[in-house]
Structure formats: structure tokens, C-alpha cells
């Protein structure tokens, strides 16, 4: 694995996917992403499987066409219990990220993503 890791990234907005792949590449990491909740399922099992596993799942809390990150977590906790993530939104009130640990999460991120939060959150989550 090249980088500073291996980031899965899961948003059902093509410019959220595309900006911050960008911004994951410019800081150095390895990038992956899925549109919706099953497909992000899909790419942690297979990534698993090879054995060249995902450091850090990055969720989106909504997805209106598909599972949204409180759903998606449950179903990788399942599959891996250590799986280290961080629910994303728009939305700050939601209790998903006002309490994101007892949702499953590591870390939670606000959009839009500042480049240095974005830099910080997955480098605490990777520590753990």
C-alpha cells in the first residue's frame, strides 16, 4: 500500500466523491469510493478478502437512494468489528453526529470539509 493509507469513501454526490478524492490524493492516500451503503459493503468485503484491507471508511450519514452511513456501519461492524470510520454530513444536529460513538463511529466530519480537518480527523482515527 503506497500512501499514508487506504480510505473508503462512501457519498451519493458525484462532486463530494470527486472533490474529496482529490483532496485524499493530494494529502497522500489511497482512495476507493462507493455511491451508496451496499456498494461501500461490497468494496470493504472485497478490499478484505484480498488482503489489502481499508484503514478508515468515510460514511455518509444521508443517502436518499440507498443505505445511508448509520446503516452502512452497522453492517461493517459486523464484518469487522475493528473497522475504524467517521460519518460525514451536512447535517451537525443529527444525534448520529452529535453522538456519533454510540452510532458506531470514530469521528465525525461536518461538510463542506476544510482540507486540515479532513487531514487531522484521519490521522487521529488511524491511531486508534
Given at each position: ?9 462512501m ?30 459493503i ?85 491511531r486508534?
Open positions: 500500500m503506497s500512501g499514508k493509507g487506504k480510505v473508503l469513501l457519498d451519493d454526490e458525484q462532486i463530494i466523491l470527486d472533490v474529496t478524492r482529490d483532496v485524499l490524493k493530494f494529502l497522500d492516500y489511497d482512495v476507493m469510493f462507493a455511491r451508496d451503503g451496499l456498494a461501500a461490497d468494496l470493504y468485503k472485497k478490499e478484505k478478502a484480498a488482503g489489502v484491507p481499508f484503514d478508515v471508511v468515510i460514511l455518509d450519514l444521508s443517502v436518499p437512494s440507498g443505505l445511508g452511513g448509520k446503516e452502512t456501519i452497522e453492517q461493517l461492524r459486523k464484518i469487522d468489528p475493528d473497522v475504524r470510520s467517521v460519518i460525514s454530513t451536512g447535517y451537525a444536529n443529527d444525534p448520529a453526529v452529535q453522538d456519533f460513538s454510540k452510532y458506531g463511529f470514530d469521528e465525525k466530519l461536518t461538510k463542506p470539509y476544510k482540507i486540515h480537518d479532513l487531514k487531522n480527523i484521519l490521522e487521529q482515527v488511524m486508534k
